[in-house]
């Protein structure tokens, strides 16, 4: 059973960059079958697609947010790495990492449990 | 910016029927956007019901089904239970790696 991690920073500074961590294990990492992805949601609020990776390192991002993200992946380590910029308070949210599975079959498949970043002074 | 649009919320009786959509704020959903869907109860990860407009993930009740209703995609809860009061997203593949959510419903079961 795949299974996915989210680690990293609990609290971040405005302004600074927060930076999060996916660990995947129990399954394939390098596949041309998935991107990976992260997905966001502040409290209260609905989900929000950041920004996905294929193994190769081609990346795709949300165009809202584009200017301030950066994602990698290191395949030797079956991780994939979320870098925020010019953080505000209302970059505060639960972050997930997920796997998409693409080739016809479009969809999110595996979820990590999220983890709650918050972004004060 | 493309917005894709849901019912901010329902509410149905046990063993009700009621069906959610998800649109476009500028266009038609067709088959080839392979509409998603997920529930989510509160503090918890997102869970998969549906990709591909209307293909039940592993494990979950045939009272869940998709569909293209329209010019939107459609989740059906067919017999409402208890544990179907959730929210609930869509998700449409704009192509070229891009993808957005849909803003979400709240269903109650009461």
């Known amino acids: 059973q795949l299974q996915l991690q989210e680690s990293g920073p609990g609290l971040v500074k405005p302004s600074e960059t927060l930076s999060l961590t996916c660990t995947v294990s129990s399954g394939s990492f390098i596949s041309s079958d998935y991107y990976w992805g992260w997905i966001r949601q502040s409290p209260g609020k609905g989900l929000e697609w950041i920004g996905s990776i294929y193994y190769s390192g081609n990346t795709y991002y949300n165009p809202s947010l584009k200017s301030r993200v950066t994602i990698s992946i290191d395949t030797s380590r079956n991780q994939l790495s979320l870098k925020l910029s010019s953080v505000t308070a209302a970059d505060t949210a639960v972050y997930y990492c997920a796997r998409w599975r693409r080739s016809g079959y479009y969809h999110f498949d595996y979820w990590g449990q999220g983890t709650l970043v918050t972004v004060s002074s | 910016q493309t917005v894709v649009t849901q019912e901010p919320s329902f509410s149905v009786s046990p063993g009700g029927t009621v069906t959610l959509t998800c649109g476009l704020s500028?266009?038609?959903?067709?088959?080839?956007?392979?509409a998603s869907w997920y529930q989510q109860t509160p503090g918890q990860a997102p869970r998969t019901l549906i990709y591909s407009t209307d293909t039940r993930s592993s494990g979950v009740p045939d009272r869940f089904s998709g569909s293209i209703l329209g010019n939107k995609a459609a989740l059906t809860i067919t017999g409402a239970q208890a544990d179907d009061d959730s929210d609930y997203y869509c998700v449409l593949y704009m192509g070229s790696g891009i993808l957005v959510f849909g803003t979400g419903t709240k269903v109650t079961v009461l």
């Open positions: 500028s266009g038609s959903v067709s088959a080839s956007l392979y």
